[in-house]
């Protein structure tokens, strides 16, 4: 009986080195992807009528009641007297916003700029039960044999479709602007939901994988199963997690931001000894100019900065009732961040920097997106919706991405991730570059540089096609 025993014992160990061995070396070789979430959003009960999948072209359009209430509450503005000599350092100062307002009133040409968004052609499409606005960009010419490449670009908080205005010709058109056309683009840049003429979820619970999969279905109804996909600040993370929905569709993923959300122990004993051990860690010289000293750098800097985002990940309809009801306010919390995450010195001065970088036409025109859509209530929900189980909990976090990544890192963002530390969520990057200026907008602010970064990243997976060594 007792040998009976033994033998039960060995078939046990077996068994269980066995689980262990197989888990850990052939069910991890069937890369994990993020489920795709199959969501409606649309308002009240779901209706059990198939969705209408039609693709409608759509215009921005404008009408005098829309700018006889902006000019009254433009009129009514109050104002409050600024510290002196307190430059942006408490936030917007408000003799610089009488000057925007006064321009607003006086010189900016909504109107125009209403033609210069049509300038691209604009869509909307139904899905999960909200309109989908994108606009979609094919390229003037190609050259013989070639064929455009889709590329699904994705704006972030408290930016726009907007933002891409700049860059899409560089894409789509490389040649007529001395880039290399080795590469060109067809490029699709929708309005996340809740943000300009996207339809906002009428439900809880709209995050970022949400949004993923709305693109999701988007690429596909507008019939690329193969793409590319760029984005930063929000776009960062949507495209992240389509990167882990759809591996098998996305041949490629650039970002010119890069946040890692869970923090292991190695990170926090390379944040303590990274100065002095760079090496070590794999940080570059760059890497610690940019981190260190790291408690101004990394923890004063995030927290003298990130006020907007706890208000928004806790209560953005407080907040919002207010932005919402005044274009001033409204031009002010949004111009704010302009000014400091285009660069951080730029609070010391009077202007906060704003015209240093980008025109008022340009920063007008962006917090008009908010303004006639009304949008900036659901938009700051986003940050709930995606913050309120906590950092590190979700399953996308604990996921790795395996699609070639490419990362654009500029200088003035507001957090800078190492390579080294990039690498852990995305094991397969195909270049990390260093970009010599620019901040966090940097579709807008540096178009050229960012543009040059996505065509030889695109390069480089076209000529190795990496996406098919997966």
Same mark, same amino acid.
């Given at each position: 009986?007792?040998?009976?025993?033994?033998?039960?014992?060995?078939?046990?160990?077996?068994?269980?080195?066995?689980?262990?061995?197989?888990?850990?070396?052939?069910?991890?070789?069937?890369?994990?992807?993020?489920?795709?979430?199959?969501?409606?959003?649309?308002?009240?009960?779901?209706?059990?009528?198939?969705?209408?999948?039609?693709?409608?072209?759509?215009?921005?359009?404008?009408?005098?009641?829309?700018?006889?209430?902006?000019?009254?509450?433009?009129?009514?503005?109050?104002?409050?007297?600024?510290?002196?000599?307190?430059?942006?350092?408490?936030?917007?100062?408000?003799?610089?916003?009488?000057?925007?307002?006064?321009?607003?009133?006086?010189?900016?040409?909504?109107?125009?700029?209403?033609?210069?968004?049509?300038?691209?052609?604009?869509?909307?499409?139904?899905?999960?039960?909200?309109?989908?606005?994108?606009?979609?960009?094919?390229?003037?010419?190609?050259?013989?044999?070639?064929?455009?490449?889709?590329?699904?670009?994705?704006?972030?908080?408290?930016?726009?479709?907007?933002?891409?205005?700049?860059?899409?010709?560089?894409?789509?058109?490389?040649?007529?602007?001395?880039?290399?056309?080795?590469?060109?683009?067809?490029?699709?840049?929708?309005?996340?939901?809740?943000?300009?003429?996207?339809?906002?979820?009428?439900?809880?619970?709209?995050? =970022? !994988? /949400?949004?993923?999969?709305?693109?999701?279905? $988007?690429?596909?109804? &507008? #019939?690329?199963?193969?793409?590319?996909?760029? @984005?930063?600040?929000?776009?960062?993370?949507?495209?992240?997690?389509?990167?882990?929905?759809?591996?098998?569709?996305?041949?490629?993923?650039?970002?010119?931001?890069? =946040? !890692? /959300?869970?923090?292991?122990?190695?990170?926090? $004993?390379?944040?303590? &000894? #990274?100065?002095?051990?760079?090496?070590?860690? @794999?940080?570059?010289?760059?890497?610690?100019?940019?981190?260190?000293?790291?408690?101004?750098?990394?923890?004063?800097?995030?927290?003298?900065?990130?006020?907007?985002?706890?208000?928004?990940?806790?209560?953005?309809?407080?907040?919002?009732?207010?932005?919402?009801?005044?274009?001033?306010?409204?031009?002010?919390?949004?111009?704010?961040?302009?000014?400091?995450?285009?660069?951080?010195?730029?609070?010391?001065?009077?202007?906060?920097?704003?015209?240093?970088?980008?025109?008022?036409?340009?920063?007008?025109?962006?917090?008009?997106?908010?303004?006639?859509?009304?949008?900036?209530?659901?938009?700051?929900?986003?940050?709930?919706?995606?913050?309120?189980?906590?950092?590190?909990?979700?399953?996308?976090?604990?996921?790795?991405?395996?699609?070639?990544?490419?990362?654009?890192?500029?200088?003035?963002?507001?957090?800078?991730?190492?390579?080294?530390?990039?690498?852990?969520?995305?094991?397969?990057?195909?270049?990390?570059?260093?970009?010599?200026?620019?901040?966090?907008?940097?579709?807008?602010?540096?178009?050229?540089?960012?543009?040059?970064?996505?065509?030889?990243?695109?390069?480089?997976?076209?000529?190795?096609?990496?996406?098919?060594?997966?």
């Amino acid at each position: 009986s007792s040998s009976a025993g033994i033998m039960l014992l060995d078939i046990l160990v077996t068994l269980i080195v066995g689980t262990v061995i197989y888990y850990y070396f052939l069910s991890r070789k069937k890369e994990e992807t993020l489920p795709f979430k199959e969501g409606w959003w649309g308002k009240g009960q779901k209706p059990d009528t198939e969705e209408d999948a039609t693709i409608r072209p759509f215009k921005v359009e404008t009408t005098e009641e829309e700018l006889s209430d902006l000019f009254r509450r433009l009129d009514q503005a109050r104002f409050t007297e600024p510290l002196e000599n307190s430059c942006f350092q408490y936030g917007i100062n408000s003799v610089y916003l009488r000057k925007v307002v006064s321009y607003w009133k006086n010189q900016f040409n909504w109107k125009k700029q209403v033609e210069v968004l049509n300038k691209y052609p604009h869509f909307k499409t139904k899905i999960q039960g909200i309109d989908i606005h994108f606009v979609h960009v094919k390229p003037p010419r190609l050259p013989e044999g070639q064929s455009a490449k889709p590329l699904l670009m994705v704006h972030g908080w408290p930016g726009s479709f907007f933002e891409f205005y700049k860059i899409i010709p560089l894409l789509t058109d490389p040649a007529s602007h001395g880039l290399s056309d080795e590469h060109i683009f067809e490029v699709i840049c929708p309005s996340i939901p809740g943000y300009g003429f996207s339809e906002a979820p009428h439900k809880k619970d709209f995050n =970022s !994988v /949400s949004a993923a999969s709305v693109f999701y279905e $988007l690429m596909l109804r &507008l #019939g690329f199963s193969e793409f590319y996909a760029q @984005g930063g600040d929000w776009g960062w993370l949507i495209c992240t997690n389509l990167a882990q929905i759809a591996p098998n569709n996305m041949k490629g993923l650039h970002l010119n931001l890069a =946040s !890692v /959300s869970r923090i292991g122990f190695s990170h926090v $004993l390379s944040v303590l &000894l #990274g100065r002095y051990l760079p090496g070590l860690f @794999g940080f570059q010289d760059e890497d610690v100019k940019r981190m260190y000293p790291f408690l101004e750098k990394g923890v004063y800097r995030i927290l003298r900065e990130s006020g907007y985002a706890h208000i928004q990940a806790t209560k953005p309809d407080t907040v919002g009732c207010g932005l919402n009801d005044s274009p001033v306010g409204l031009a002010g919390y949004i111009l704010e961040k302009f000014s400091t995450w285009t660069d951080p010195e730029f609070c010391n001065l009077e202007d906060g920097g704003l015209e240093k970088k980008f025109t008022l036409d340009d920063l007008l025109t962006n917090i008009m997106i908010y303004w006639v859509s009304g949008c900036i209530v659901s938009s700051m929900r986003f940050y709930k919706e995606n913050l309120q189980k906590g950092i590190g909990t979700q399953k996308h976090e604990k996921l790795p991405v395996q699609v070639p990544t490419g990362i654009a890192s500029f200088p003035n963002e507001i957090m800078h991730t190492p390579e080294a530390w990039a690498l852990k969520k995305y094991p397969n990057m195909v270049s990390f570059h260093y970009m010599p200026r620019g901040g966090h907008f940097a579709a807008l602010e540096e178009p050229e540089l960012l543009a040059e970064d996505i065509l030889q990243f695109v390069g480089k997976v076209e000529k190795q096609q990496l996406w098919k060594k997966k």
